[in-house]
């Protein structure tokens, strides 16, 4: 059975940094693609990074791009997002995501060509 299962949110003020992990579990992963999306009150869910678990190759929103890094742990089967210069529109519920194959980009920045999810982690940045 597979898990994500995110940790790492908070409430942080403006101009600080987080910290998201996603501990990934159930199968093997090494040829997957991980995702971070996030949800704010009232909107729809949106891409913000990716990475292809065996290149490490990534992806960004524009929104987060300098600010935002994605990495993974091969041995820790975990995908972090250190988030920096975090500003109050970055305020969501932040979920973690697994796409199983190697896609096009189109598919990696798509939320519906994801497979797997995880229950979502609650970042709050205070102005």
């Known amino acids: 059975q597979v898990q994500l299962v995110e940790s790492g949110g908070g409430l942080v003020q403006a101009g600080g940094s987080l910290r998201l992990s996603c501990a990934a579990s159930?199968?093997?992963?090494?040829?997957?693609?991980m995702g971070w999306f996030r949800q704010a009150p009232g909107k729809e869910r949106e891409f913000v990074v990716a990475?292809?678990?065996?290149?490490?190759?990534?992806y960004y929103a524009d929104s987060v791009k300098g600010r935002f890094t994605i990495s993974r742990d091969n041995a820790k089967n975990t995908v972090y997002l250190q988030m920096s210069s975090l500003k109050p529109e970055d305020t969501a519920v932040y979920y973690c995501?697994?796409?199983?194959?190697?896609?096009?980009?189109?598919?990696?920045?798509?939320?519906?060509?994801?497979?797997?999810w995880g229950q979502g982690t609650q970042v709050t940045v205070s102005s």
């Open positions: 990475i292809r678990w065996s290149t490490s190759y990534s």
């Open positions: 995501a697994a796409q199983i194959g190697s896609y096009s980009q189109r598919r990696v920045l798509n939320q519906y060509e994801y497979d797997y």
């Open positions: 159930g199968r093997t992963f090494s040829s997957s693609t």
